[in-house]
């Protein structure tokens, strides 16, 4: 999960307001595959014409365009928004999509990004030496300036093989990874490993890692006569 601060303005008051308390802001912030609503409590700027609220973003938060929910998003929660006079803010805000959504562009994304493994990719038994390309599909579009780690390990975890070269593809709007991988003699070193594939240090745009590392187990297997 990545904490996301945000403090911004809401609408434009026609006039200095003074807020008392903390009114707060609710936000749209469970579009698929989030799941979890929030809100926004007032956070600074009483006696001028633009308040701040501030969110603190939690797991289960998503929006690629981060806006309130509706006209009446604005609650006082207790407290009091005033101009000089006394008289009370009228907190009925622009239609949602013509105000928070256009003006600021805020993307909100705590979601961890997993591969699978493309069906065209070996699998079975691969005799070496050889160079194969393997594909991996990611489930949302990946920063291809941050270069993954790929290692091939056996199933048992005694053969590791840490694929540095830069012999690799980005297609598809950077959510499919092509790389070529030599099979050098020794890999497998007995000659014959069911071999795991894990991609580690890859990272979305919003800096979410894959999973865990993520693994696709038992891809193929190494094999030299």
């Keep these: 999960m990545r904490i996301f601060l945000a403090s ?52 289960n938060n998503y929006n690629e365009d981060l806006n309130y929910r509706a006209t009446n998003s604005l609650e006082l929660n ?21 105000s928070l959504l256009y003006g600021k562009g805020l993307v909100v994304d705590t979601t961890l990004p997993t591969i ?32 993954p780690t790929i290692t091939f390990s056996d199933v048992a975890g005694d053969y590791i093989i840490t694929y540095v070269d830069s012999s690799r593809n980005w297609i598809e709007s950077n959510q499919t990874l092509e790389i070529d991988y030599t099979i050098a003699q020794g890999d497998g070193d007995d000659g014959n490993k069911n071999m795991d594939v894990t991609l580690t240090d890859q990272q979305d745009f919003a800096g979410n890692p894959v999973t865990g590392g993520d693994t696709v187990s038992g891809m193929f297997r190494i094999d030299f006569p």
């Design 8 to 59: 911004t303005p809401v609408d434009n008051f026609c006039e200095v307001v003074n807020i008392v308390g903390t009114p707060k802001l609710l936000l749209d912030t469970d579009k698929s595959p989030g799941s979890v609503l929030s809100e926004a409590p007032y956070n600074s700027a009483t006696g001028s014409t633009s308040p701040k609220f501030r969110l603190t973003v939690a797991t």
């Design 116 to 147: 699978t493994a493309d069906a065209t990719s070996p699998t079975g038994t691969i005799a070496g030496p050889t160079t194969v390309t393997l594909t991996f599909y990611f489930d949302e579009v990946m920063n291809s300036s941050v270069w």
């Design 78 to 98: 207790g407290g009091t928004i005033r101009d000089a006079a006394g008289n009370d803010a009228v907190l009925t805000l622009a239609t949602p999509g013509s």
